[in-house]
């Protein structure tokens, strides 16, 4: 068993520094804290959607339960990656499994024609939101390998294989709960002001 929390505060990061998993110290502010904390939150989203899943009460839901599980066991071990420089532990599965698991939700989607908001049910909406977070944690990500060169290429992999795998997730989500996805329409025609009607009424 590794190290265990006997206290939640401890008053060394009070002037602006935290410290990582090899003992080193950096700035709050650093590219690597920064990456961190997107991926804290991303994990954070993916456990609040897989809560929203959960209150469906839809035969899918022990489907999506256990990847959500999964992606976040997953994003542990990124952050672990992240905190601990040159230490590897995601490998070539984590990436296989959601290539895998993409190509096979996608057998249940129609072809897309148009372009889709991210917007539909709470879980679809959730799952977009995730998607969002993890394409900037992967930008944070690729900016700490481009100056440190010690992010290994499964890390920004499985990022960017995420954030694809949340997409068509999202899809398939609004499809189960709503039969069909929020279309984006070109030179939509902007909602009438309550005051124009007033006036036009008058």
Not at 90 to 109: G, K, P, R, V
């Amino acid at each position: 068993m590794g190290h265990r929390l006997s206290k939640i505060y401890t008053r060394t990061g009070d002037q602006g520094e935290t410290g990582l998993g090899d003992g080193s110290r950096l700035s709050k502010d650093d590219l690597r804290i920064h990456a961190l904390g997107d991926i804290d939150e991303l994990n954070a989203l993916i456990g609040l959607l897989a809560a929203h899943i959960q209150q469906d009460n839809s035969d899918q839901q022990g489907y999506w339960a256990e990847r959500l599980r999964y992606m976040q066991h997953a994003l542990f071990d990124l952050g672990g990656e992240v905190c601990i420089p040159n230490h590897h532990v995601l490998n070539a599965e984590s990436i296989t499994f959601l290539e895998a698991d993409i190509d096979q939700m996608n057998q249940q989607l129609p072809m897309l024609k148009d372009f889709i908001l991210p917007a539909g049910s709470l879980s679809c909406s959730y799952a977009h939101q995730a998607r969002a977070v993890c394409r900037r944690a992967e930008r944070q990500l690729c900016a700490v390998q481009q100056r440190d060169q010690n992010i290994q290429q499964n890390a920004l992999q499985f990022l960017n294989r995420l954030s694809d795998w949340l997409f068509v997730a999202a899809r398939c989500l609004q499809r189960q709960q709503a039969g069909h996805e929020v279309l984006w329409q070109k030179n939509i025609t902007a909602p009438v002001l309550a005051s124009n009607t007033q006036e036009s009424a008058s």
